[in-house]
């Protein structure tokens, strides 16, 4: 069986429930967020900007999903 990968753009409140959700399935998790601090554990956290098109390209080159979470409603 293969491992999904699964990107969340975002780290709040709403990054942080689709990642949740997606680490009980069994997926592999990398969130973004603009300091690189992991706020989940088990998730892969990567530093940077999400307006930079170079950087949301590589994070996201080898994801089967990425989620868009930043600036959610609450």
Same mark, same amino acid.
């Given at each position: 069986?293969?491992?999904?990968?699964?990107?969340?753009? #975002?780290?709040?409140? *709403?990054?942080?429930?689709?990642?949740?959700?997606?680490?009980?399935?069994? *997926?592999?998790?990398?969130?973004?967020?603009?300091? #690189?601090?992991?706020?989940?554990?088990?998730?892969?956290?990567?530093?940077?900007? *999400?307006?930079?098109?170079?950087?949301? =390209?590589?994070?996201? *080159?080898?994801?089967?999903?990425?989620?868009? =979470?930043?600036?959610?409603?609450?």
């Amino acid at each position: 069986m293969t491992t999904e990968t699964h990107v969340v753009f #975002g780290t709040g409140p *709403a990054g942080t429930a689709v990642a949740d959700a997606l680490l009980s399935r069994g *997926a592999h998790v990398r969130m973004v967020n603009r300091s #690189g601090t992991p706020t989940l554990p088990g998730v892969e956290t990567v530093g940077g900007d *999400a307006t930079d098109k170079g950087l949301a =390209c590589e994070v996201a *080159a080898d994801a089967d999903t990425v989620y868009f =979470c930043l600036d959610a409603p609450h």
